[in-house]
């Protein structure tokens, strides 16, 4: 028996995208957050020199990998304590969200927890594993079937994200109820409003320069391995982090998860069997992605140069912006329906994300890309300046 799968969302863009391209000066397509920057150069001769990759790679990371992962929760997320066995590299996020429920061995009867506005794959996961899907973002309303709740913080599409008490009070939820709790976290080292979240403001910028520990202490989006959080017991908690986002890495297929060793070790074991192993030259490529923080600060001063481009845009053509204190998005409305505004905006030549595709059919938001290039993003600005006066 077939497992019955929603419509992939992205295929109803087409018209849409049809429209835009008809602009004069072409389509501007703000819709998928895919890097369109270069990949680092260190990154880029790290996989070169392992392409001698004759032997089956680790399923559990090279130990230098392991190391790194370790090595960089501890200076870039202020997690302290983790060991090699409680980390582990695997073929990007997406996979891993969409087959978590079934690595844990998750099924009918089960609940898997996601946020209310969410990342589809989050759903289509509970789907694989045939357990129950709950969209709620009240630990009150989690019942007691629950298995696995996932978090998304920072937030796609809204870039929200949760402080160091939400995520205590998730934590304290989920062990009543013996869950695992998960928070994806790939858009962690892009925050740009910290005052949001409750963190330390009006310290360094982050850009390449200011130092690293200073655009730490400042801007730094609490995880839910933080000791300010976990108060030192990680039993049941994992965070998972992509290098697509901060490394212009979409393409590598390269992330990892760290947490409590245990849940490590089951999902380790699995994925053991089933052959999901990241490519050696990947995870070489891995290593000298998260020993340099150059490029990251490069990359962070790229997104937020254009979002400081874009953002007062939208406002100018009448948008409002909700959330978007981090991550690669602007989280928009006009007040109208989702898709009344992105034909609107395809008619200006610029694509979009409906809200529709992350909180349902009722959704007024639309969700707005970063990932162009410079010149892309000031022609939807000036786009927009022209919607403004239309």
């Not at 501890?74 to 304590?81: C, E, I, N, Y």
Request: proline share 7%; hydrophobic share 45%.
């Amino acid at each position: 028996m077939g497992i019955a799968l929603p419509d992939f969302p992205w295929d109803s863009l087409a018209p849409y995208a049809a429209r835009a391209r008809e602009h004069a000066d072409g389509i501007v397509d703000l819709s998928v957050g895919s890097p369109v920057d270069a990949t680092p150069a260190v990154v880029r001769d790290a996989l070169v020199a392992a392409t001698d990759a004759h032997a089956y790679p680790q399923t559990m990371g090279t130990p230098a990998l392991r190391d790194a992962i370790v090595d960089w929760y501890a200076r870039r997320r202020g997690v302290t304590g983790l060991v090699p066995d409680a980390v582990l590299p695997t073929i990007g996020s997406k996979e891993l969200v969409g087959l978590l429920p079934l690595l844990l061995g998750l099924g009918p009867g089960d609940t898997v927890v996601y946020p209310r506005t969410a990342y589809p794959t989050y759903a289509v996961g509970s789907v694989l594993a045939r357990a129950s899907g709950l969209a709620t973002d009240d630990p009150a309303e989690w019942p007691a079937s629950t298995r696995l709740v996932w978090l998304n913080s920072p937030g796609n599409p809204t870039g929200a994200v949760l402080g160091v008490p939400a995520l205590r009070a998730a934590v304290a939820r989920a062990r009543e109820l013996g869950a695992v709790l998960v928070n994806d976290e790939c858009y962690a080292e892009l925050g740009w409003r910290p005052e949001a979240w409750g963190a330390t403001a009006g310290a360094g910028s982050g850009a390449e320069g200011s130092g690293a520990e200073e655009w730490a202490a400042a801007e730094r989006v609490p995880s839910i391995l933080d000791p300010r959080v976990t108060d030192g017991d990680r039993t049941g908690l994992l965070s998972v982090y992509s290098l697509s986002k901060q490394s212009n890495l979409a393409g590598y297929r390269a992330a990892f998860l760290a947490g409590d060793e245990a849940i490590v070790r089951q999902v380790l074991e699995v994925r053991k069997h089933a052959g999901l192993i990241p490519p050696a030259p990947v995870q070489a490529a891995m290593v000298a992605a998260l020993g340099d923080e150059a490029h990251v600060a490069e990359q962070r001063e790229r997104y937020r140069g254009r979002r400081a481009v874009l953002a007062p845009a939208l406002e100018g053509a009448g948008f409002r912006v909700d959330h978007s204190e981090a991550g690669l998005y602007l989280w928009c409305t006009r007040g109208e329906p989702a898709l009344a505004t992105i034909a609107l905006l395809a008619e200006h030549g610029i694509l979009a994300a409906p809200g529709t595709f992350y909180e349902g059919e009722a959704s007024q938001h639309v969700r707005l890309a970063l990932t162009a290039t410079d010149e892309r993003n000031a022609a939807a600005a000036a786009r927009l300046a022209h919607l403004s006066k239309a």
